[in-house]
């Protein structure tokens, strides 16, 4: 099953148990009163500020450091005496006076043993340690990829059949929210590990032929060799850089252009590079290697197998809402359909660049933020992408790096 399967989901599951949730605190409120749009207003809101503020403490797993602080907001949810939720044969997080009595952290373990054990729903009578009236607890599994993660534990006097319901569904929307912390972490691996495919591509290759280049000028033009040594080390400190998933255009324009000076000391006057770059796209954030890897694709693939060498353009223009950016050569290109099974293949090999950048640009903005490929054979070829002018979770997650915008 798709990531984006997973958690369209993961969201159904949400959208409905939060829904329910909210009909069970609105009727809890407006029982008593005649005006129940308001009371039934008033109960909606409020559900949803404090799953807004569980939620946050849920998405790192019940095992993060911060759960706890999801249990207030659970309890206010549910209107309980007292709510824990079990972990690995453990309370990692309570809340309320019913959950701090002596004993009762004893037995929400015990019913999170059986309710883990039969996959269902329990309530059962528990006394205090400290001789106080006893309560009745009803707990609900927390199950995650069909597994129990965890239970959740309610503690009341009495619990009526309205509570037991609702602590099945909000343990169902804490599942959830699990599961989407899950997914978060397991697509920043992915990014991670398709930037490291991306590096391992950019060394032999490239690195070889600027350190030839730059060696071919050691002798005959000292100082045109430093400038080189120069570049190879801004481009390869950018390329092997290790803050974060997104730059801003400007910085990947910056290693763009140390990298064609090396190939134009390996190519001289056989290589033209047009630059038109609107300047109030500089500021626009990308995802970090995505037009860097599409223009060394057009000197390997699409330049370098011709004799005569060729004209890369790359333009940036403000497109409204999104910043279009493209890079064209005219160099070989290729059959249509062979770009159509090479960027579908699985395996490695030529222009893994192209089909790396496409996946992460899916990924991130969905299946119509990928590449747009206009080529045929010795015709050249054209790369589009378009990116999202705002972007403000990535914005922010810069700023905290301390990089330029």
């Known amino acids: 099953m ?5 958690l369209a989901a993961a969201c159904g599951v949400l959208g409905g148990v939060v829904l329910t949730v909210l009909l069970v605190l609105a009727r809890r409120l407006a029982k008593g009163t005649t005006d129940l749009g308001s009371d039934a207003d ?3 809101h409020q559900a949803l500020h404090q799953a807004s503020s569980a939620a946050v403490h849920l998405r ?3 095992a993060a450091p911060d759960v706890d602080r999801a249990a207030r907001p659970l309890r206010a949810l ?6 824990a939720i079990v972990h690995d044969g453990r309370v990692v997080a309570r809340d309320g006076a019913a959950a701090d009595r002596a004993g009762h952290a004893d037995a929400a373990v015990a019913l999170a043993g059986a309710v883990a054990a039969s996959g269902r729903r329990e309530v059962r009578g528990v ?8 309560l009745e607890a009803v707990a609900a599994p927390i199950v995650v990829d069909g597994a129990v993660a965890g239970v959740l534990v309610a503690f009341h006097a009495p619990v009526r059949a309205a509570l037991v319901r609702a602590v099945a569904e909000v343990a169902d929307w804490c599942a959830a929210q699990v599961a989407l912390g899950d997914l978060e972490a397991s697509r920043t691996a992915l990014a991670e590990a398709e930037l490291r495919a991306l590096r391992a591509q950019i060394s032999p290759h490239f690195i070889y032929n600027a350190l030839t280049a730059i060696a071919s000028f050691i002798t005959t033009d000292p100082a045109r060799a430093r400038e080189l040594v120069l570049e190879f080390a801004d481009f390869t400190r950018y390329s092997f850089r290790r803050q974060g998933e997104f730059t801003t255009l400007a910085e990947e324009l910056r ?3 140390s990298y064609l000076e090396l190939e134009r000391a390996r190519f ?3 290589l033209t590079v047009i630059l038109r770059i609107a300047p109030e796209t500089l500021a626009t954030v990308i995802p970090f290697l995505t037009v860097q890897p599409i223009v060394e694709n057009a000197v ?3 330049l370098e197998p011709g004799e005569g060498g060729g004209t890369i353009r790359i333009e940036a223009r403000d497109d409204a809402t999104h910043t279009e950016i493209v890079v064209e050569d005219d160099g070989v290109g290729m059959d249509p359909e062979a770009l159509r099974a090479l960027l579908g293949a699985e395996s490695d090999g030529s222009h893994v660049g192209v089909r790396n950048v496409d996946t992460r640009l899916r990924q991130l903005y969905g299946p119509g933020g990928g590449l747009v490929v206009e080529t045929n054979t010795g015709a050249g070829t054209l790369v589009r992408m378009r990116v999202p002018k705002s972007q403000p979770a990535h914005d922010t997650a810069r700023e905290r790096e301390g990089a330029p915008a």
């Open 255 to 257: 290693s763009i252009h």
């Open 60 to 62: 790192g797993g019940l």
């Open 42 to 44: 008033r109960a909606a």
């Open 268 to 270: 001289g006057d056989r």
């Open 2 to 6: 798709s990531h984006d399967v997973v």
């Open 300 to 302: 390997r693939h699409g």
């Open 78 to 83: 549910l209107g309980s005496s007292g709510v």
């Open 127 to 134: 006394e205090a340690d400290d001789g106080g009236p006893g």
